[in-house]
């Protein structure tokens, strides 16, 4: 089956330490993330795409639950639109038209150029017959499947068509916005010749100042089509002969951007205001899902799936009478903090997507998120069990009940984003902001004061705390300390070579690590007094994190990639794999290590990183197939798999097809790491699958042989 292609199962391990493997880290997003998904498309083999505004694309086989992100795609821009066509997929981005053959695995370019304009929706006729509609260049038809394009614009008054759709009869209709530039008129049009004409079809009830911000057909063949200024609902049902205002139950200021239908007369509509259903074909509708941003919509055999502003996927599978959050991942790239909290989990800040937690070393995240609307900044757990949460515009936020619901305190605290939080072994709690200020709340949050004597205004980055309550801030302008809870802070720079501080930690007994912009790290350990570079200048990237597991191992996350210390910062080692741009590290009870990036979402240790002596680090701790290397290659390529225990394995390379092309193992292997070669020589270029098989355990990479 394809899907076995796409499968990962995590396996529990023994503790282990190694720094010697390929890669130390994985990502544990496991859902569609960014600002929005944009696009949604189910296909014929049951899998579901979603395309992000960054142009990412998540792929899930079990109706949402799961996402596997798909790397190595062109996007870089907003993937407006994705579309099942005669078993591919076609994707409408900022730069054009791209097909896959593979279901999103891969993708090559479409010969339609249209720049500088961008392709807005796409539809089909025949078998074959493609129309796809631009936002300045009218509307092009192919009758090849997408190999190559003709414009087909005459009879359109205006060539920025917002939206496209098609009925089985062949007639086709297109949405146009108006420009008062130029002189046009909002309208639909319709042709019934393969776009080599077109007649204006408008509903006499629409404005001609208006915009058309969506379009869709009903299994009747019924159009449906919404505009945006004057946010009514039209339909036709004869083929755009006739038409009749259908917005009961919609209210004149929400905006509809996308329709899906069921069988006999089921409607869905995304709006700007939630979700709206309508169960007689569109007569009167009522809000199922309200308050939510949708900017997508698509229908799967059994559910309907919707996807927000905000990254956020809602699901139902009773016909839109109820809906869950079936994406158990992240939501946002940009995570900003993450801690281990007292719960035993970890939990997670993001600019856009709210605040997070994993209990299962990050197979599944769950939004903690109720009430705190507002890009989350720093992220922090009192000893009184208090969450605070500080934010860009609107201060600071409490939990008191571990994320079920947050609430504003913001009593004596400016409107400045809160860039860190931390808190005292007295529960006292200090939030630090952009504009180089300190607040401390006594009363777990309810009110604030300032403390700011002696900052001098510099932009704070980060605060720490020492076992004795010593107070240490990361500014533009050095190190400050304070030894009297806030009340007054003293410039202890002595020693630092760089003065533009971004981090700065006090986890480790007796020793305070800072990060610095230009000369990596410094340390002290005479409580900030005077300082020395830490690690003989093996880190000179800027550093932005640190952490410490319960073994005093200390982390720390740069631009360029994290590094470790098991002497107390005397030296550094960097960990192997491409984590970049970190942002904030919090290590788990169990050892894990996770890194928060500013556009990578999380990342998180493949094994613990405690519980065993270094001497113990013989044979891997789980079983791992790693990525080939080099890859692409051509002809040949080395693949490695590690077993903590003696096993019967299967490695073998499969083609798109499914079928098999090599078995590169079969039979008992010993534990340890094993390392083998392919040779691709007899092989087309294109895309393979490795899959290793020990047991119950089943892994694949994805290679690619480029000649």
Known sequence: MRSAFFLTIVVASAPFVAYNQESYWVEVNNGPQGSRVVSLETTSTNFILAGTWEGNIYRSTDDGSLWTKITNTPFASPLFFLYEYEATIIGGAQDGLYLSLDEGDTWMALSLDVSPYVPSSVTSTLPGSLFVSTNGRGVYHSSDGGASWSQRSQGLSDSVVSTIASISTGRVFAGTTSDFLLGTSSAVYRTTNDGLSW?????????????VTAMGASPEDHIFVATLISSDVFRTTDGGDSWEGIDDGIPNSTHVSSFVFGASGLVFAGTDDGIYRSTDNGNSWEVVNN???????????????????????????????????????????????????????????????????????????????????????????SVSGSFFAGTELVGVFRSTNYGDSWEALNTGIVSDPVNAITSNSSGHVFAATRSGSAFRSVDNGLTWTEQSSGLLGFTIHSISVTNSDFLFAATRGGVFRSTDNGENWTLQNEGLTDTVALSVSASLEGLVLV?????????????????????????????????????????????????????????????????????????????????????????????????????????????????????????????????????????????????????????????????????????????????????????????????
């Open 515 to 707: 990060g610095t912009l230009e000369d990596g790290l410094f340390g002290s350990t005479d409580d900030g007094a005077t300082w020395t570079r830490s690690g003989k200048g093996t880190v000179t990237d800027p550093v932005t994190a640190f952490g410490l597991n319960n073994d005093g191992t200390l982390f720390a996350g740069t631009f360029s990639g994290v590094y470790t210390s098991s002497d107390q910062g005397q030296s550094w080692t960097e960990l192997p794999g491409t984590v970049t741009s970190s942002t904030s590290i919090g290590v788990s009870g169990s050892g894990f290590v996770f890194v928060g990036t500013f556009d990578s979402g999380v990342y998180r240790s493949i094994q613990t990183t405690t519980g065993v002596e270094e001497e113990e680090v013989g044979l891997p701790g789980l079983i791992a197939l790693s990525q080939n290397y080099p890859n692409p290659f051509n002809p040949s390529t080395t693949i490695r798999f590690s077993i903590p225990k003696s096993a019967e394995v299967n490695l073998r390379i499969f083609n798109l097809l499914g079928e098999e092309v090599a078995t590169l193992v079969s039979g008992h292997r010993d534990a340890g790491t094993h390392t083998v070669q392919w040779d691709a020589t007899g092989q087309p270029s294109g895309v393979f699958f490795c899959r290793l098989r020990a047991g119950e355990f089943v892994e694949t990479r994805k290679l690619v042989l480029l000649r």
């Open 291 to 381: 308050g939510i941003g949708i900017t997508s919509l698509v229908r799967g055999d059994a559910f309907v799936l919707a996807g927000d502003y905000a990254g956020t996927l809602y699901k139902t599978t009773d016909d839109g009478v109820s809906w869950n959050l079936p994406n158990l991942g992240l939501r946002n790239t940009h995570v900003s903090g993450v801690i281990a909290a007292d719960d035993d989990a970890i939990w997670v800040g993001t600019n856009g997507g709210g605040v997070f937690k994993t209990s299962d070393n990050g197979t599944t995240w769950l939004g903690k998120s109720n009430g705190l609307d507002w890009d989350v900044f720093s992220l922090s757990q």
């Open 199 to 211: 007649d204006d079809v408008t509903p006499p009830l629409m404005d001609d100042s208006d915009v």
